[in-house]
Structures are given as C-alpha cells and as structure tokens.
C-alpha cells in the first residue's frame, strides 16, 4: 500500500510525524542530532523504497516501528564501539605498566651492574655517561691521562655490556611483542 504518490505528497508525510519520530528517537539515544539523523534516514529510506515497500500496519506505525529498530541498532552500534575502545584503553594501560616495570628493571640492573666495576672505572663511567663530560675533562679532573680514560671506559662497557646481557635481551624481546 502506498501511502503517497508524490513529492509533496512525501513531504506532507515528512512534516506531519518528523519532530514526533525526533523526539521519540531522543527517549532511546539521549542525543538530538542523532536522534534526528535516524529519522532522516528512515525518511530517505521510505522515499527510495517507496515502490517496493509493503507497509501492512498504519504508516505512522511503521514509521515509529522503523525509528525504533534504528535507535536501537545505533546503540549496538554505540557499545561495540565503547567495548572497543576500553579493550584498547586496557591494552594500552597494559603495555605502559609493563613497559614501566621494564624500565625500573633496567634501571635497577644497571646500578647493580655500575656496582661491581671497580673504583675508578665506575667514576670515570659516571662522568662520561651521567654527568656527560668529555673524555680530556675527564682526564684534566682526575689528573689522569685520555688514554686510561679510555681504556676504563672500554673496560666499564665491556663489564656493562656483559653484566645486562640477559636483561637487554629479555628487554628487546618485551617491547618487540609488546609493539605488536
């Protein structure tokens, strides 16, 4: 059964139940703009359909009817997307909270690793790494030649280096999986 045959016929139809359907959509979705842009859609799809649909109720039933399974579809839709973003949220929190431990473990194996090189290997690596000078201040501090300034920072690299092995490994395996 067509309920009109022209356009103004369809506009009629238009005025006579849009801000009803409106406000009706707004009881289920709690949003004006959107609540109007389902009746609108539901407006565009009657008109297109038009030949097609067979409407067996009264046309503002179908109408009501329409908007309805709309709303209700759009908050499906609406909730997928809240379940999503607060999986990703959950994920993301995840992957900081592991990614902080990660890095509390490096920093805890570096000082234990800074501990065991002797003396002056641990001051000189110190200055260099953490106090970021250069290796002929170092050596005009300490009263020193830049040779042995090298050549303990090779040695302070090499224990470094061997002491965080494990962990470095473990570390970069982590973020690599983590990043995935």
Known sequence: MNHFNTHSE????????????CR??????????????IVQLVFVQLWEKRE??????????YLYKSVYHSALNSLKHQ?????????????????????EQ???????????????????????????RFEELKYREIADILNISIKTVEN?????????????SDFLTLLLLVIYFIKK
């Open 79 to 99: 909730k997928i997307k809240e379940d999503y973003v607060h999986m990703k949220q959950s994920e993301i929190q995840e992957s900081e909270l592991q990614s």
């Open 10 to 21: 369809f506009e009629a139809v238009f005025k006579a139940y849009y801000e009803g359907l």
């Open 152 to 164: 303990q920072m090779g040695k302070a690299l090499r224990l470094m280096r061997h002491n965080l």
């Open 102 to 128: 990660s890095l509390k473990e490096l920093e805890t194996r570096i000082e234990k690793a800074l501990n065991t090189l002797p003396e002056q290997c641990k001051l000189i690596f110190s200055m260099s």
């Open 52 to 61: 097609k649909i067979q409407i067996s109720t009264s046309l503002k039933s």
């Open 24 to 37: 009706y959509a707004t009881m289920w979705l709690k949003d004006t703009d959107e609540s109007e842009e």
